[in-house]
């Protein structure tokens, strides 16, 4: 197969069984998002979906978002079918994607994405490294979630990490978090990379992108009002492929204090406990300076258990 048998459109609703037929259930660990946001980013403004056809067959997708006020595009969601795999269908489908900006969007400058994986030296040539997280991954029954909370509560409290003015974590209303996110002590001092990570979606802290963070529907959660050592965002949970009940949480936590961070994870989770059940899938992303405390933090006789080891999200940019 040569990739210039490779047809390009612009994905429709009715293409979902096909999206579906390109992704593998083993592709990211059995949590895929693919099949719930296909359909969302389908309505999404703003938004542009890819798909890569050979003989009518979907082979690839790629998407992505203008954010940043128009100048930057976020491309997100590749995919490539698992039986053609190592052809240049993803480098295509890529170039394609880079080519229909550059051309109907001139005055996009940056394209900005998150990887899984270390950049290797080539990426490395084309790409420059704005921000790192490391992901801290819990998995358990819901039914067990409770007892887990107990356990990382009295811990908390053993240990001092709740604040001593006794504010405590506080959750933000949607104003409330608007403000807090843009201000200088956020950007500067808790963002990594000066950049507001929702799930894996690297946006820059600019009025003009609070309307995608209004669209997801995030918890905001600070250790304290003032100046707060800890932010972190919460997503709605998700179906995941995993197993038939199973729900994939992401938390954001922005911030280097252990104590903080640990306060705004339980405070996520407590908020998260009436709504969950089956079986739970929880994403951290934190600095990795925090991400080993984190975890001796979570160590539970509550059969709550690690899900991955350590691993990183690397945020790319580069100028077209
Ligand atoms: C990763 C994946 C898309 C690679 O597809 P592929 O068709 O086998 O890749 P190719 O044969 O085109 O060879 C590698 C090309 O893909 C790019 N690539 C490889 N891994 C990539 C990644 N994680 N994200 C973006 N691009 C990637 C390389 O830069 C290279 O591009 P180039 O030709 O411009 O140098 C495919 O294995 C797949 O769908 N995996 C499961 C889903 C996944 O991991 N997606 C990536 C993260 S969203």
Known sequence: METSQVVYSLAEEQDYQQVLNICNSSDF???DYMPVFFPRWIKEPGRLVFLARVGGRVVALESVL?????????????????DLRGRGIAGAIQRHVVAY???????????????GEAPTPETLIKYRVIAKEAIFSLCCEAVHLGAFVAELRS?????????SSNDGPLTLSQQQAEALVLTQHVVSNLLPGQTIMNDWEPLKPLEANLEVLRRRGLTWIVDRENQP??????????????????LRVNINIFGRRLASVCAVFLAQLEALLPSLSGYLVFYVYVDPEVWSGLRRFCENDANVSFFKDY??????????
């Open 101 to 115: 900006v550059r051309q109907h969007y001139p005055e996009v400058r940056v394209v900005r994405l998150t990887r």
């Open 29 to 31: 660990g059995g949590l």
């Open 155 to 163: 811990r908390l409290a053993l240990e001092g990490g709740s604040s």
């Open 229 to 246: 050592a800890a932010l972190s965002l919460g997503t709605p949970p998700y179906a995941a492929p995993y197993r038939h009940d199973a």
């Open 311 to 320: 691993w990183e999200d690397c945020v790319l940019e580069m100028d077209i």
């Open 66 to 82: 203008q954010v940043d006020g128009g100048q930057t595009v976020v491309v997100q969601g590749l995919r490539v079918v698992p």
